[in-house]
C-alpha cells in the first residue's frame, strides 16, 4: 500500500488520474480518528493533511456579497482544533462540534459527524459548497441549487460548477466514495461563550424530564451519560446542559472546564488498572467505575469559549474502545433507552457488560441524503466497551439489534454491523439512496474511490474490487 501527501486539488487529481492509470483505488485519509473501516484501503491512501489552508472568500463570486464575512473556505485536510483557534482569531466560530476536535474537516462532514442540539444538524449541515476531484481527474464545486455562488461571475476553466440539490446533498455525505474533497465553504458566526452545567441525577428523574422532550429543547445543548447498571436500585446519569453566556475574560479562559481527576486518569495511564480491576470482578467493578465517572465527571458551572466547551479534550483518549453509536427518531428516545437498559440486564445476567457510560445526545434532522439523522430529529445512542475487557467488541452488536426495531442507522466513523455487501440495509436506512447512488455512479465512474468499506456497506464496487470490467465504463 502506497500514500501521497498532496498540497493542491492539482495534486489531487493527478493522484486520481495515476491510480486509475495504474488500477489501484485511492482513499483519503485525515485524522485517522474513524473505528470503522470507512478510510481503509489495499490500494494508495491520500493523506489529506496538508490542504489546510482557510481563507475568505471574495464577495464579488456571491449571488450575496454580503454574506462573505460569514463564510469562509476551509482546506480539507484541516484538524478542527486548529480551525477552532483559527476562527476564534478572527472573532468567529462554527454554531455546533462534536465532542471531539482531532478529526480532519472532511471526516467531520464525509461522515456527517454531529455534536449534541436538537436545534442544530450535524457538521456537514454547515456546508455551503465542496470541491472535489471525481474520477478521471474531473474537479467540481457543488452547490446547492440556490447555491451561494453566482454562475455569471464563476470563471474557473479548470472547475466545473454545479448547482443542483440532488447533487450537494448526495455528495457532501458521500463517506470518501465520490472523489477526494479538498476544502468547502461553511457558515460560520461571531464568536460566543458557553455556559456547562454537570450535575448527576438519576434515571427515574431524568426519563421525566425527557417527556416531551423537555430537556434536551430547552438548552441549547444537552448530552446524558448513563451507567446502565443498578446501584441500589436505581440508573445513575450525569447530564450536561450548556448555554449561552456573557464573554469569559481572556485570563479565565485558560482555566481548564473538567474535573482534574477523570483528566488526570485520561492521560496517566491509569485506565489499564481500572480495566484490569474490571476483568477481574465485572459484576461488582464495572457499576462502580460507571458511578464514579459519572460523579468526579460532576460540575456545577464552567464558562468558556464555545469550542472549548464543545470539546471534551483528553476525556476521549484513555483508552483504546470499540463503539457503535446509533440514531433512532427523537420522539423513540425513552423508548429506545429503555429497550437498551433492558439489554443491559439481560447481558449482565450472561456475564456481559458496557465497560463504559451509555453517551446520549439528540441533533435536528439533516437533508444530506446519506447522514444517519436525514430526514428527522434524531436521539443518538454511543454504546462504547473498552478495549482489553471481558465484554469487547461483540457485546455491542445485543444493542445494535435492539435499536433496529426503532429504525437505528449507525455513523459511519464508528463501528459497524448488520451491512452484508449488499444495498438492502442502505436502501431502507436512506429513502433517497436511489438518488445517491445516481450520482456516485457518475462521480466514481473508474471505482477509483471504491473499497472493503463500500462492498462491504452495499454503496458501491467497481472494476478494481471486482476484478471485473465495469458497467458504468462500458455502458452495459
Given at each position: 500500500?502506497?500514500?501521497?501527501?498532496?498540497?493542491?486539488?492539482?495534486?489531487?487529481?493527478?493522484?486520481?488520474?495515476?491510480?486509475?492509470?495504474?488500477?489501484?483505488?485511492?482513499?483519503?485519509?485525515g485524522g485517522d480518528w474513524s473505528l470503522s473501516d470507512v478510510a481503509r484501503t489495499e490500494g494508495t491512501t491520500l493523506d489529506t493533511s496538508r490542504l489546510d489552508a482557510v481563507k475568505p472568500l471574495d464577495p464579488s463570486t456571491l449571488r450575496d456579497p454580503s454574506l462573505s464575512p460569514l463564510l469562509i473556505c476551509v482546506g480539507a485536510g484541516i484538524r478542527m482544533h486548529v480551525l477552532n483557534r483559527l476562527l476564534?482569531?478572527?472573532?468567529?466560530?462554527?454554531?455546533?462540534?462534536?465532542?471531539?476536535?482531532?478529526?480532519?474537516?472532511?471526516?467531520?462532514?464525509?461522515?456527517s459527524s454531529?455534536?449534541?442540539?436538537?436545534?442544530?444538524?450535524?457538521?456537514?449541515?454547515?456546508?455551503?459548497?465542496?470541491?472535489?476531484?471525481?474520477?478521471?481527474?474531473?474537479?467540481f464545486q457543488i452547490e446547492p441549487t440556490d447555491g451561494i455562488t453566482d454562475p455569471d461571475t464563476f470563471h474557473e476553466s479548470d472547475i466545473t460548477l454545479v448547482q443542483d440539490d440532488d447533487w450537494f446533498y448526495s455528495a457532501v455525505v458521500s463517506v470518501g466514495s465520490m472523489g477526494i474533497v479538498t476544502s468547502v465553504v461553511l457558515s460560520v458566526v461571531p464568536v460566543f461563550f458557553l455556559a456547562e452545567t454537570r450535575v448527576v441525577r438519576d434515571w427515574a428523574t431524568v426519563q421525566e424530564e425527557l417527556e416531551g422532550g423537555r430537556l434536551y429543547r430547552d438548552h441549547r445543548h444537552c448530552n446524558v451519560l448513563i451507567n446502565p447498571y443498578r446501584r441500589r436500585r436505581r440508573y445513575l446519569c450525569n447530564v450536561a446542559t450548556r448555554n449561552f453566556t456573557g464573554t469569559v475574560p481572556r485570563w479565565q479562559q485558560w482555566i481548564p472546564r473538567q474535573n482534574a481527576v477523570p483528566t488526570v486518569v485520561s492521560v496517566s495511564g491509569m485506565a489499564r488498572g481500572v480495566v484490569r480491576a474490571m476483568n477481574w470482578r465485572s459484576k461488582?467493578?464495572?457499576?462502580?467505575?460507571?458511578?464514579?465517572?459519572?460523579?468526579?465527571?460532576?460540575?456545577?458551572?464552567?464558562?468558556?469559549?464555545?469550542?472549548?466547551?464543545?470539546?471534551?479534550?483528553?476525556?476521549?483518549?484513555?483508552?483504546?474502545?470499540?463503539?457503535?453509536?446509533?440514531?433512532?427518531?427523537?420522539?423513540?428516545t425513552l423508548a429506545a433507552l429503555n429497550a437498551v437498559l433492558r439489554v443491559a440486564e439481560q447481558r449482565a445476567e450472561s456475564g456481559g457488560y458496557l465497560t463504559a457510560p451509555i453517551s446520549v445526545r439528540w441533533t435536528g434532522a439533516s437533508q444530506h441524503y446519506l447522514s444517519p439523522q436525514y430526514g428527522r430529529e434524531s436521539c443518538i445512542i454511543e454504546l462504547i466497551s473498552l478495549h482489553d475487557t471481558v465484554s469487547g467488541r461483540d457485546e455491542l452488536r445485543h444493542y445494535f439489534e435492539a435499536l433496529l426495531a426503532f429504525g437505528g442507522r449507525q455513523h459511519w466513523g464508528l463501528d459497524l454491523y448488520g451491512f452484508d455487501g449488499t444495498d438492502t440495509r442502505i436502501r431502507t436506512d436512506f429513502p433517497r439512496f436511489k438518488v445517491w447512488k445516481t450520482r456516485f455512479d457518475d462521480l466514481n465512474q473508474t471505482g477509483v474511490f471504491d473499497s472493503m468499506f463500500t462492498q462491504r456497506c452495499g454503496l458501491g464496487v467497481g472494476p478494481r474490487m471486482s476484478g471485473q470490467t465495469s458497467r458504468r465504463q462500458s455502458g452495459g
Open positions: 500500500m502506497s500514500s501521497v501527501t498532496p498540497t493542491s486539488a492539482a495534486d489531487v487529481a493527478r493522484a486520481v488520474i495515476h491510480a486509475e492509470t495504474t488500477g489501484t483505488t485511492l482513499r483519503a485519509v476564534a482569531a478572527q472573532g468567529l466560530a462554527i454554531t455546533n462540534m462534536g465532542s471531539h476536535s482531532g478529526q480532519s474537516l472532511a471526516g467531520n462532514v464525509q461522515t454531529h455534536g449534541t442540539g436538537i436545534h442544530f444538524g450535524s457538521v456537514s449541515d454547515l456546508v455551503r459548497s465542496v470541491r472535489l476531484v471525481a474520477s478521471g481527474g474531473r474537479r461488582t467493578v464495572v457499576p462502580l467505575v460507571q458511578s464514579g465517572i459519572l460523579r468526579t465527571m460532576a460540575r456545577k458551572t464552567s464558562r468558556h469559549i464555545s469550542h472549548r466547551i464543545l470539546d471534551n479534550g483528553p476525556l476521549n483518549l484513555a483508552h483504546p474502545v470499540y463503539a457503535v453509536e446509533v440514531s433512532v427518531p427523537a420522539s423513540d
